[in-house]
């Protein structure tokens, strides 16, 4: 059997397909997570008419991984929502670090540095630039 970090394993394999199963899966992931979330928050909050006249920003508690991971685990249906969003915007992420490391097992240096300068400004941005 040959070692999954080696080039011959993953010449053997199409990289595009392991690349569109991820994707494919991270986007069936986010969505489900979401779509519970939401039938949760939508039982959890049956009755209650939202005053659309006040801007109201997200929860101070969901603003956080810590605590996202505190609401989902308490079942609340927000945070669950969250996490779906959350987990949607990590795929595509997911997705350029699996090119990196691919890269890198093929030794293809140029488009390795490109990948990962494309990682580079995603974090950058994600992290909130100059202002963050």
Same mark, same amino acid.
């Given at each position: +059997? @040959?070692?999954? &970090?080696?080039?011959?394993?993953?010449?053997?394999?199409? +990289? !595009? /397909?392991?690349?569109?199963?991820?994707?494919?899966?991270?986007? #069936?992931?986010?969505?489900?997570?979401?779509?519970?979330?939401?039938?949760?928050?939508?039982?959890? =909050?049956?009755?209650? =008419?939202?005053?659309? =006249?006040? &801007?109201?920003? !997200?929860?101070?508690? #969901?603003?956080?991984?810590? *605590?996202?991971?505190?609401? +989902?685990? /308490?079942?609340?249906? !927000? /945070?669950?929502?969250?996490?779906?969003?959350?987990?949607? $915007?990590?795929?595509?992420? /997911?997705?350029?670090? &699996?090119?990196? $490391?691919?890269?890198? %097992? !093929? @030794?293809?240096?140029?488009? #390795?540095?490109?990948?990962?300068?494309?990682?580079? $400004? +995603?974090?950058?941005? %994600? *992290? *909130?630039?100059?202002? *963050?």
């Amino acid at each position: +059997m @040959k070692r999954f &970090f080696s080039r011959a394993y993953w010449q053997d394999r199409d +990289m !595009e /397909a392991v690349m569109g199963r991820l994707l494919r899966a991270g986007v #069936l992931l986010s969505g489900l997570i979401a779509l519970v979330g939401g039938i949760l928050y939508l039982f959890q =909050h049956q009755g209650i =008419h939202p005053g659309y =006249h006040v &801007f109201r920003g !997200e929860a101070g508690a #969901l603003l956080s991984l810590k *605590g996202i991971f505190q609401g +989902m685990a /308490a079942l609340r249906g !927000e /945070a669950l929502i969250q996490c779906g969003v959350l987990l949607l $915007i990590a795929t595509p992420i /997911a997705r350029i670090l &699996f090119s990196v $490391i691919a890269f890198l %097992i !093929e @030794k293809d240096y140029l488009y #390795l540095a490109i990948t990962f300068l494309v990682l580079l $400004i +995603m974090g950058f941005s %994600i *992290g *909130g630039g100059f202002g *963050g």
